[in-house]
């Protein structure tokens, strides 16, 4: 049990000791810190913040917190309750607000959550930002409004229907050649708002839903990061109904995974691969994914004649480098599409849409689609980290084992060989360094995986 304060937001367990992990009073602390940031850097009478939240269990009362924290500070709420990241990163502009907030974990498993923070833009905030507000919070420099000048709560409860509206007039979302395939769709939302937003988003573009764990009541049927090993039950159904594909999202729908017709996973490297292949056969342009997103990205890149950049892993740091090199279209490895058209975010919604439009315009099934795209394995492990490690020191010594070979280090150690990678890393949310590797078959991605992992564990003494 711990709580990560980073500078993209805080993130912890619920219970326990203040300061050790997500309690009330660190939420109200983070939430202070936040509002007085604001308040601190933009000169008006009255701020508006927006906030939403997933279906955890823990989401009505840190929601609750938050907003009671920012009326405190004379800062007026936007209410959207149960909500995406997505969602919350749209309504910021659209609102004219100053800033917001997601209740959410991500893919993290119940007893987490977490305040996501946003700028004026609906989009992450800056490293700088995020350390001056970790300073504020730590420093307590708070000043609460006196009883006239509280802020007020307007609640917004139909912002995922707007959400849906908006992506379905983009020029590249074809409603009507979706709805002439009269596709069969499984849809697994984890018992969060994924299983709201994206069956109703299905269902105006023409598509029959087949409901898996859609109710949101945050009680996960299984660990919510879409990884294979914890989506047997989607998998097995898709057969069942003979369905199209499935759609797996985690609890605040900003990762998307697909399985494939046959039950097996499309991969989540290669939702961002398939959908920025539509994309860029209609509007050709430049690319970026992160460090540890899989090559094939690269590869469809260069076939549409655009050009690819990788960026150190987060989603701001993605979209900084998609601003910097007019990128029509970006993400992470890990399902997240980012489509600068909407917004710059990880958008399950968008990535939906695109994927069916694609596959309308296709004579092929999912799997099929699947084939048809350069073939790479990837092998993500991590190892568990104690306060005796040094991972700093770990991360230099590899890089110096193979300094012969292609290596970055904006972001832990990526080693590029000929045909494959591996890239070393410490999370930004959990207490772990990630090992990536990818290669031209699995069983390569998995040896070089276990041939990195002890080379780590022999160096810190494991």
Same mark, same amino acid.
């Given at each position: 049990?711990?709580?990560?304060?980073?500078?993209?937001?805080?993130?912890?367990?619920? #219970?326990?000791?203040?300061?050790?992990?997500?309690?009330?009073?660190?939420?109200?602390?983070?939430?202070?810190?936040? #509002?007085?940031?604001?308040?601190?850097?933009?000169?008006?009478?009255?701020?508006?913040?927006?906030?939403?939240?997933?279906?955890?269990?823990?989401?009505?009362?840190?929601?609750?917190?938050?907003?009671?924290?920012?009326?405190?500070?004379?800062?007026?709420?936007?209410?959207?309750?149960?909500?995406?990241?997505?969602?919350?990163?749209?309504?910021?502009?659209?609102?004219?607000?100053?800033?917001?907030?997601?209740?959410?974990?991500?893919?993290?498993?119940?007893?987490?959550?977490?305040? +996501?923070?946003?700028?004026?833009?609906?989009?992450?905030?800056?490293?700088?930002?995020?350390?001056?507000?970790?300073?504020?919070?730590?420093?307590?420099?708070?000043?609460?409004?006196?009883?006239?000048?509280?802020?007020?709560?307007?609640?917004?409860?139909?912002?995922?229907?707007?959400?849906?509206?908006?992506?379905?007039?983009?020029?590249?979302?074809?409603?009507?050649?979706?709805?002439?395939?009269?596709?069969?769709?499984?849809?697994?939302?984890?018992?969060?708002?994924?299983?709201?937003?994206?069956?109703?988003?299905?269902?105006?573009?023409?598509?029959?839903?087949? +409901?898996?764990?859609?109710?949101?009541? #945050?009680?996960?049927?299984?660990?919510?990061?879409?990884?294979?090993?914890?989506?047997?039950?989607?998998?097995?159904?898709?057969?069942?109904?003979?369905?199209?594909? #499935?759609?797996?999202?985690?609890?605040?729908?900003?990762?998307?995974?697909?399985? =494939?017709?046959?039950?097996?996973?499309?991969?989540?490297?290669?939702?961002?691969?398939?959908?920025?292949?539509?994309?860029?056969?209609?509007?050709?342009?430049?690319?970026?994914?992160?460090?540890?997103?899989?090559?094939?990205?690269?590869?469809?890149?260069?076939?549409?004649?655009?050009?690819?950049?990788? =960026?150190?892993?987060?989603?701001?740091?993605?979209?900084?480098?998609?601003?910097?090199?007019?990128?029509?279209?970006?993400?992470?490895?890990?399902?997240?599409?980012?489509?600068?058209?909407?917004?710059?975010?990880?958008?399950?919604?968008?990535?939906?849409?695109?994927?069916?439009?694609?596959?309308?315009?296709?004579?092929? /099934?999912?799997?099929?689609?699947?084939?048809?795209?350069?073939?790479?394995?990837?092998?993500?492990?991590?190892?568990?980290?104690?306060?005796?490690?040094?991972?700093?020191?770990?991360?230099?010594?590899?890089?110096? +084992?193979?300094?012969?070979?292609?290596? /970055?280090?904006?972001?832990?150690?990526?080693?590029?060989?000929?045909?494959?990678?591996?890239?070393?890393?410490?999370?930004? /949310?959990?207490?772990?360094?990630?090992?990536?590797?990818?290669?031209?078959?699995?069983?390569?991605?998995?040896?070089?995986?276990?041939?990195?992992?002890?080379?780590? +564990?022999?160096?810190?003494?494991?």
């Amino acid at each position: 049990m711990t709580l990560i304060k980073s500078i993209s937001g805080i993130r912890g367990t619920i #219970g326990g000791i203040v300061g050790d992990n997500l309690t009330p009073v660190d939420a109200v602390k983070f939430a202070s810190a936040y #509002g007085t940031f604001l308040k601190n850097n933009i000169s008006k009478d009255k701020l508006k913040v927006v906030i939403g939240r997933d279906a955890r269990i823990s989401g009505p009362m840190i929601h609750n917190l938050v907003v009671n924290t920012l009326i405190g500070l004379g800062i007026d709420v936007i209410d959207l309750g149960l909500s995406t990241t997505p969602t919350v990163e749209i309504a910021v502009p659209l609102e004219k607000a100053d800033g917001g907030i997601i209740l959410t974990a991500s893919h993290n498993p119940k007893q987490w959550n977490a305040l +996501k923070l946003l700028n004026a833009k609906g989009e992450f905030l800056s490293g700088a930002d995020g350390a001056v507000i970790l300073e504020i919070a730590e420093s307590e420099a708070f000043v609460f409004s006196e009883v006239d000048d509280l802020g007020t709560i307007t609640p917004i409860t139909n912002y995922m229907d707007k959400h849906i509206d908006e992506i379905l007039n983009l020029k590249l979302v074809d409603v009507d050649a979706v709805k002439v395939k009269k596709f069969k769709v499984v849809v697994d939302g984890v018992n969060s708002s994924g299983g709201i937003v994206i069956p109703d988003l299905l269902e105006k573009m023409g598509v029959e839903v087949v +409901k898996l764990y859609c109710e949101p009541n #945050g009680h996960f049927p299984h660990n919510p990061e879409p990884l294979k090993e914890h989506l047997g039950d989607i998998c097995k159904l898709v057969v069942e109904e003979k369905a199209d594909f #499935g759609i797996v999202v985690d609890p605040d729908v900003d990762r998307l995974a697909f399985i =494939s017709n046959d039950g097996e996973m499309f991969g989540e490297e290669y939702t961002l691969v398939a959908v920025a292949d539509y994309v860029l056969s209609k509007t050709p342009g430049n690319t970026v994914s992160n460090m540890s997103s899989s090559r094939a990205l690269r590869d469809i890149t260069e076939k549409h004649n655009g050009s690819y950049k990788a =960026s150190a892993v987060g989603e701001v740091n993605v979209v900084e480098m998609m601003k910097a090199t007019n990128a029509v279209i970006g993400g992470e490895g890990n399902g997240g599409i980012i489509y600068p058209e909407t917004h710059y975010g990880r958008d399950s919604l968008v990535g939906v849409a695109l994927f069916l439009t694609h596959l309308a315009n296709m004579d092929l /099934t999912v799997a099929e689609l699947r084939a048809s795209y350069p073939q790479y394995f990837m092998s993500k492990n991590k190892i568990e980290l104690t306060p005796s490690i040094d991972v700093d020191l770990i991360l230099e010594k590899m890089a110096e +084992k193979y300094a012969n070979e292609e290596i /970055t280090t904006i972001d832990g150690v990526k080693i590029d060989f000929a045909e494959n990678w591996a890239h070393l890393r410490k999370s930004n /949310t959990e207490p772990i360094i990630r090992i990536y590797t990818e290669a031209k078959t699995q069983e390569l991605a998995d040896a070089l995986a276990l041939k990195v992992i002890a080379e780590i +564990k022999e160096i810190a003494g494991l």
